[in-house]
């Protein structure tokens, strides 16, 4: 008995998570020996459901699904998701958005069904900015925002992203021009629509199988340092003390309770350090990260507003400064309505609500948004709801009602926003 789509789904993100940069989980980083595994075990799976298939410059995997030759001047419908990982990460994140395609395609190709368009999925290389600390490294080259400054950056070994991708050798591999002309022109897209595990618990607790999301949240991201005195610890009182860590603290509990005040409004202090410390000296710095988001980019920018300016007046009330680095902003990205609309007559053909959810996590979609229009549909995330983290994970009948709702809805989709 042949297996059912939704059970070949996981038995390849299976397979793909034995290439790991790691022991004992699994770790994906761009351009590592894993990673050029992945890449090639993507590119025979595409060609073996009937794709053709290239790398292009970043190392995207970009497979078609060539429309019924019948058809003039076919436009092309773009869908894929990352197979790079954060650190032991799940094998479902960005993976299922390349693997249940390529298992629909396969299907569609084996009982000879031809699309009136053509049917693009892109394995893109790099999302999660594990490797170089700066993520959509992928979907930038597609979308023409690269930014060729980044070819300079090094990573922890300090291998500069040029010398990675010139020994990666795809064609174009490091060539800025190679890079620009990688992207595609947006004319020829009818839009680009994203398969991705919810990563977070709305679904499940809901008792669904599968979401349409309506917006990507913005996000903003801070590096702030913040200095004090580093002085004896035995013989400093209490009340003479700049301590940079205890500022940084109070700072963190700003962070904390000023997100707490809108629903959709989030913001974490992931990295927090005192540089140098040691255990009988008074912190005299300290460094932490802030990463806010919101599903509106007001509501978000009034928090950080807010939160700046709390952290100048807690540095100023302790005796101490405080420096802040704004990391590139990433604005919200709304999904198209034509777009979640024909996502959400599928479902509702097969019984299922439409039911609509905004995704707080980034994806290579967001940044597709900015040359076409865009649309996500969420598959349940089990354990919970977690993520990033080897406990993720998706049933197979969840995957199998994916993948059948995906056929339905690439067999009915009409690329005309007006309808
Ligand atoms: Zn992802």
């Known amino acids: 008995m042949t297996p059912t789509l939704g059970q070949t789904i996981l038995d390849h993100a299976s397979a793909l998570a034995r290439f790991s940069d790691m022991e004992d989980g699994l770790t994906c980083a761009f351009l590592t020996p894993a990673h050029r595994a992945t890449q090639a075990q993507l590119v025979k799976w595409m060609e073996d459901a009937g794709m053709q298939v290239r790398i292009d410059a970043i190392g995207n995997v970009i497979g078609r699904y060539a429309a019924d030759p019948a058809v003039t001047e076919p436009k092309v419908l773009m869908t894929g998701s990352h197979f790079d990982t954060v650190r032991n990460g799940g094998r479902y994140d960005g993976r299922l958005g390349i693997l249940l395609p390529i298992v629909v395609v396969h299907a569609l190709n084996v009982a000879g069904i031809r699309l009136p368009y053509h049917f693009d999925i892109v394995g893109f290389a790099e999302e999660e900015g594990l490797r170089f600390k700066t993520s959509f490294l992928a979907s930038s080259v597609l979308a023409g925002r690269f930014d060729e400054a980044l070819l300079d950056r090094e990573d922890a070994d300090g291998i500069t992203m040029r010398d990675a991708l010139g020994a990666a050798a795809f064609p174009g591999a490091a060539d800025p021009a190679a890079l620009r002309a990688a992207a595609v022109d947006p004319a020829t897209l009818a839009g680009f629509v994203e398969v991705h595990i919810e990563q977070g618990p709305v679904l499940l607790n809901r008792g669904l199988p599968l979401g349409i999301v309506t917006q990507i949240a913005g996000s903003s991201r801070f590096q702030v340092r913040v200095e004090g005195l580093a002085s004896h610890a035995g013989t400093t009182p209490m009340d003479m003390r700049r301590d940079a860590a205890t500022g940084a603290a109070e700072m963190t509990l700003l962070v904390e309770s000023r997100c707490a005040q809108v629903p959709t409004l989030v913001g974490t202090v992931g990295q927090l350090q005192v540089p140098n410390g040691s255990s009988n000296v008074i912190p005299g710095a300290c460094v932490f990260s802030m990463d806010i988001r919101a599903g509106e980019d007001g509501i978000r920018e009034a928090a950080i507003a807010d939160i700046?300016?709390?952290?100048?007046?807690?540095?100023?009330?302790?005796?101490?400064?405080?420096?802040?680095?704004?990391?590139?902003?990433?604005?919200?990205?709304?999904?198209?309505?034509?777009?979640?609309?024909?996502?959400?007559?599928?479902?509702?053909?097969?019984?299922?609500?439409?039911?609509?959810?905004?995704?707080?996590?980034?994806?290579?979609?967001?940044?597709?948004?900015?040359i076409t229009d865009v649309a996500m549909l969420f598959v349940r995330c089990g354990n919970g709801g977690i993520s990033h983290n080897p406990l993720e994970t998706i049933t197979a009948e969840d995957a199998q009602l994916a993948a059948e709702t995906f056929v339905d809805f690439l067999r009915h989709f009409r690329a005309d926003r007006t309808n």
């Open 308 to 370: 700046l300016a709390g952290i100048q007046s807690i540095a100023a009330r302790r005796g101490l400064t405080a420096t802040v680095d704004r990391v590139t902003p990433v604005n919200n990205a709304p999904c198209a309505r034509w777009l979640m609309d024909q996502l959400g007559a599928v479902l509702k053909k097969r019984g299922l609500e439409a039911f609509e959810l905004p995704s707080g996590a980034g994806h290579d979609a967001m940044m597709m948004q900015r």
